[in-house]
């Protein structure tokens, strides 16, 4: 503890981190810590020995945090050397003294993110609304266009990747950037540093992106100017938990603190669904100790679209331009499906990927090969077939309050963890703009039923092949949703009451045994719930009732 007491006598540090949030820092006279910090020093324009040791020890007290609120058992202090030196060399983006493994803080988010963190593990059912990726707090948000920046080739940095990574921000957004030779006011500096990281929108003054060895691939620079431009990661987001499972026994030790999730003060209420497919989203064995998934996806088929680092997502953009670019049109469009008015040309929609048209209105013509695009799903099935190298989309309609019933009757596409490059896309969820399912490694796991009488295939071949089959039905026992929260209590002791909110309906039938064994298996599982108060999510589909702990 010498060097931290050091720093504290001397008052290098405004803030002492380990006071303020009371928790144990790690043992910084562990043999070969101070050659790591000389090491990570090499080269940066940004870190300093005092900024490492305070970002070691948020990320210590946030794995400590983590570890209580995921009721791990207790793990043995990593080897904070030994995780640094290992991260740099096989994950670059994912780096253990930073946040969620490429965010540099300011010592005031630093400690926002601290206070939310007790918060959320003292209240873990308090209510947060819903908001998109992006920080709440307009002083950070870039005001002026377009953005200075500069590459620091001496570095070693690779210009043609960080070009080209903010050529896919300029190419779908209103967002501007102009390069100097040298740099004054506020300005971006792209630099080849240990690992890939950036700030989290705009500080003020020279900010760095660091673009380090791995980090080099267009958008893997887009994420990390992302970042820059005020996103968070998506898998941060307070809904996470109905779109993803964090594994954490599958978690290196000493990353635990990297999966949290951010407080409804920290992120824009834009209202947009969480996208599985966005660039700011983790990948599946993300922090992993043995390359095992630390993130399951609740929706299987979507295992291959998380993590992606090809592409900005529709809703990656969507998001950049209702922030920055929203009052560029005087009118807006109707646009359909989602789509809304391109801030670049305030006479057109800025569509999904599959669709196309004025106001988004029809599939996207993509090659001739593909055959018809727009598809009517009719009571018998239909098949759509394709293989070799290409692009298609197909949008298939059913008639109103018919879904869409999709079989897929032969599959083949290279093996992806990620599915990048030679893989099919299916859109069958309530919003199909949003990224579907991809997948590539292997097919769907049975029958797929959209949540609308719209859904959506996308082709993506290098080499693959598939064959699948669609129809339209009533589905019967696809009726409306309807979703209660129940909540068990003891009154008094030894008897349990059931109580939900809506509908009443619903509540007044399982409370009647109207809905016979299904009703019993519902009170069964509430019973069995949390010691003292559990909330479960009930869900009601025709005659059937499923349930789950939410």
Not at 146 to 161: E, F
Not at 181 to 189: A, K, L, P
Not at 207 to 217: A, K, L, P, V
Not at 262 to 272: I, L, S
Request: charge should be positive; proline fraction near 4%.
């Amino acid at each position: 503890m010498k060097q931290l007491q050091l720093i504290v006598s001397l008052s290098l540090l405004s803030l002492t981190l380990c006071e303020a949030w009371n928790d144990t820092v790690p043992d910084w006279e562990r043999n070969g810590y101070d050659a790591v910090l000389a090491n990570l020093l090499i080269n940066q324009t940004t870190l300093t020995k005092i900024t490492l040791i305070e970002y070691i020890e948020m990320m210590s007290t946030l794995r400590n945090i983590q570890q209580d609120k995921l009721q791990l058992p207790n793990r043995p202090e990593p080897d904070i050397a030994t995780l640094i030196s290992e991260s740099i060399t096989s994950e670059p983006d994912q780096l253990p003294y930073l946040f969620q493994g490429d965010i540099i803080l300011t010592r005031d988010q630093m400690k926002a993110v601290i206070e939310f963190a007790h918060e959320d593990l003292a209240n873990s059912t308090s209510t947060r609304r819903k908001r998109g990726g992006l920080t709440s707090e307009l002083s950070l948000r870039w005001t002026k266009f377009p953005i200075l920046y500069t590459i620091n080739t001496g570095s070693g940095v690779d210009a043609n990747a960080v070009q080209a990574g903010i050529n896919l921000w300029q190419k779908l957004t209103c967002i501007s950037f102009q390069r100097l030779r040298s740099g004054s006011g506020d300005f971006i500096e792209f630099f080849k540093g240990t690992g890939c990281y950036s700030n989290i929108g705009s500080v003020g003054g020279r900010q760095t992106i660091s673009i380090g060895r791995g980090c080099n691939s267009p958008a893997i620079v887009a994420h990390e100017i992302g970042h820059s431009l005020g996103f968070w990661h998506e898998q941060s987001r307070f809904d996470r938990d109905n779109y993803i499972k964090v594994l954490s026994q599958n978690i290196k030790d000493g990353m635990e603190g990297q999966f949290g999730m951010e407080g409804q003060r920290d992120f824009q209420a834009n209202g947009y669904p969480y996208d599985l497919g966005s660039v700011m989203h983790y990948g599946r064995t993300a922090f992993s100790s043995d390359d095992g998934d630390t993130i399951e996806t609740i929706d299987k088929n979507y295992m291959g679209t998380i993590g992606q680092r090809v592409a900005l997502s529709f809703y990656d953009v969507k998001n950049i331009n209702t922030a920055y670019c929203n009052n560029r049109c005087s009118t807006k469009l109707p646009c359909q499906h989602n789509g809304y008015t391109d801030p670049k040309n305030c006479n057109v929609c800025r569509c999904s990927e599959p669709f196309g048209g004025t106001l988004c209105e029809k599939a996207a013509s993509t090659s001739s090969s593909c055959g018809t695009i727009d598809l009517t799903a009719k009571p018998q099935y239909q098949t759509i077939s394709m293989s070799g190298t290409g692009n298609c989309n197909w949008v298939i309609t059913a008639i109103p309050n018919r879904k869409i019933f999709i079989q897929m009757d032969k599959f083949g596409f290279d093996e992806q963890n990620t599915c990048e490059y030679d893989y099919i896309e299916i859109r069958y969820g309530p919003d199909i703009a949003n990224t579907g399912a991809r997948m590539c490694s292997s097919p769907p796991r049975g029958p797929i039923r959209s949540s609308t009488n719209k859904a959506v295939i996308m082709f993506r071949g290098q080499g693959g092949r598939f064959s699948l089959r669609f129809r339209q039905g009533t589905f019967s026992a696809v009726q409306k949703i309807h979703q209660m929260s129940w909540r068990r209590s003891h009154n008094p002791p030894g008897q349990q009451k059931l109580l939900c909110q809506q509908p009443r309906n619903l509540r007044q039938k399982l409370a009647a045994g109207a809905l016979g064994p299904a009703g019993r298996i519902v009170r069964k599982h509430v019973a069995r719930a949390a010691a003292n108060t559990a909330t479960v999510l009930v869900q009601a589909v025709g005659q059937t009732i499923t349930v789950r702990d939410n």
